[in-house]
């Protein structure tokens, strides 16, 4: 053939060529949906398990409502369309029944921690993935944190309680106060002295001391490194500064940790008679072979940070704007508390006088029930052999999860969910068997939080001392959108919550 004949000929062949691919593309992409929707209708695990039809087949659209941080408030509704049991992706359903919540969080349970759980925080108890490891690190905590140990340090977090009071005094006539902010600076003041040696500084100064700032850029990065590996590898290697100093937020708080551990041993050595937390932590340690070394101890104060300051000033912070709206509850909870001694606390009660306050714990269980601070569910895997729950079967490696913001909000067993009623907790001090099955804002079984007797001390404290002391209301430049919220994890209020104390005998 002459070269003139090959150009006539080769535009039809190639045309011919071009709509061959086509064609072969189309039939490619008909089969591979044929193959997905009778995978999805006929052979699939989970093609019996109701959800949108969307996550049948792929999990962005769940991905995009997380990165929304709608992720709690979707799939709650999406429970009330679909029932106890929703399919969220391919490979993920949530729960709201009882033997789900045995399942996976109970004592007995050996469901894992989902692989999410690796980037979020570096190497400690709470991103063990594995039930053994797990189990090692957290024998070598435990002792730290229980009630009486946590009971030893109360006078330390009374001081930072009574630090707080003297800003609410202060700062009365300084124009509207966010106390969102000074119960954050609270948290924070209480673990810089129980976990580090000493307070952060945020309860002495107007703005949040840097290492707030990278908590709260870290809570993004870690969840982002989480569902985006890859992608968050790449973007890591871009040459902007901005950028870099983003994606380094928590290299600073480790680094804050080893400068804090390195300055605690300093000045009290390993064998100081403190009260706090650290201070166990290390006796214990160099008691045991097999203890922490100083990098590890370094790590979980780190973590033990993050963990409990934004959790605590959450609950705080909805805590007071519910009872900014009940001045008929506070008087209550005030004659409760007349004849609690306040007088060597210099405004602050002691703890032990305080733990069987029936309302003053029944304001707290309610606004950890309307309000837990981490509402999604607990992401877990399904162990190796597959499990049968709620009358499914899931294969190994299914995630699977219980939301509380759900379970919470069960009419059946907490009568109008979205009232604010410790009533409820009244007639049932303990809960009924119902409710203790579904109350889960610490979690539950060996992976449950380690810091609920801190937490609830600390909760106890302020509470008490502040409403003994002030009648609180809403600043008038409060709105109720401030208060909605995202979640990431743990819930992110949408702006300040405004509120004016003024001490009851004025
Ligand atoms: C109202 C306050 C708090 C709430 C609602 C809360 C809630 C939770 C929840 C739901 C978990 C389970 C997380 C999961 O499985 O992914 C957890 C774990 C944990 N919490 Fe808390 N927390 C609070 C305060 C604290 C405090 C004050 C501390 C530190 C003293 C703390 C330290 C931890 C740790 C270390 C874990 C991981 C435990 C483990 O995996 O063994 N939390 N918390």
Redesign the pocket.
Known sequence: MSIQNFKQVLPENGNVMVVKGLSLGACAILIYVTWQILYVRLFSPLRNVPGPFLAKFSGIWLLYIEMAGKRAKTVHELHRKYGPVVQLAPSEVSFTTVDAIEAL?GVQSLFP?APW?KN?TRG?????IEHGP?RE??KL?NHA?SPAS?NDMAPLIRDQVQKLMRVTETHRSQGPQDFRHWFRML?FD??GT??LGQPFGGLDCEKAPQYIEDLDSAFIVWDLRGRFPTLMRLISTLPSKAVRHFLTADDRIYAHGVVAFDGYLARHGRQSGRKD?LTKIVKRSLDQKEGLTDAQVAG?IS???F???D??S??LTYLFWELAKQPDLQAQMREELKDISVSAGAGVPDHRDLLNLPLLNAVINEA?RKH???PMG???AIPTGGKKISGHFFPAKTIVSVP?HTTHRDPEVFPDPESFSPQRWLEHPNGTDEMRKLY????KG???????P???L??RLTVASLIKRYAVTLNETMKPENMEWTDH?LVIPNGGCFLDFTPVNE
């Not at 400690?124 to 063990?128: D, I, L, Q, W």
Request: net charge positive.
């Open positions: 969080y921690k759980y979020m400690g108890v709470f991103n063990r797990h690190r957290r905590l944190f946590v948290s209480v673990s129980v976990f937390l979980e973590n033990l940070t963990a409990a300051t959790t605590s959450n609950s950890l837990p601070p981490v607990l992401l877990r509380c889960m804002p610490f979690s060996m992976r449950n939080c380690i810091g609920q801190m937490a609830l600390t909760m994890f």
